[in-house]
């Protein structure tokens, strides 16, 4: 079992900033392929970005690519979501998620392949 808690969200301007944090409870946190994935109200949940368990691989987004950065650091069972040039359609509660590494270096990017959720934060830009 793995618990997630993410924080770092809250209210931007358009073309901001926020990195999201996600500290995971279980000490075999490299064991682990991560995701950020993102809910607007009245919408799907989807992906934005995946990082492998090492952290030589990652995976975005089109929406995202070239303004958000994932990084993970396994010493602190920490994952983050740097955001950059915020922009209003970026609202949505931001939930970080787990998966058990099955293939090295295979960043996984499908909602049902993750097995653990944290209970989100929310992220407004206002614009």
């Known amino acids: 079992q793995v618990q997630l808690v993410e924080s770092g969200g809250g209210l931007v301007q358009a073309g901001g900033s926020l990195r999201l944090s996600c500290a995971a409870s279980?000490?075999?946190?490299?064991?682990?392929?991560m995701g950020w994935f993102r809910q607007a109200p009245g919408k799907e949940r989807t992906f934005v970005a995946a990082?492998?368990?090492?952290?030589?691989?990652?995976y975005y987004a089109n929406s995202v690519k070239g303004r958000f950065t994932i990084s993970r650091d396994n010493a602190k069972n920490t994952v983050y979501l740097q955001m950059n040039s915020l922009k209003p359609e970026d609202t949505a509660v931001y939930y970080c998620?787990?998966?058990?590494?099955?293939?090295?270096?295979?960043?996984?990017?499908?909602?049902?392949?993750?097995?653990?959720w944290g209970q989100g934060t929310q992220v407004t830009v206002s614009s």
């Open positions: 990082i492998s368990w090492s952290g030589d691989s990652t």
């Open positions: 279980r000490r075999t946190f490299s064991n682990y392929d």
């Open positions: 998620a787990a998966k058990p590494t099955v293939v090295a270096g295979l960043v996984p990017f499908g909602l049902n392949e993750y097995d653990y």
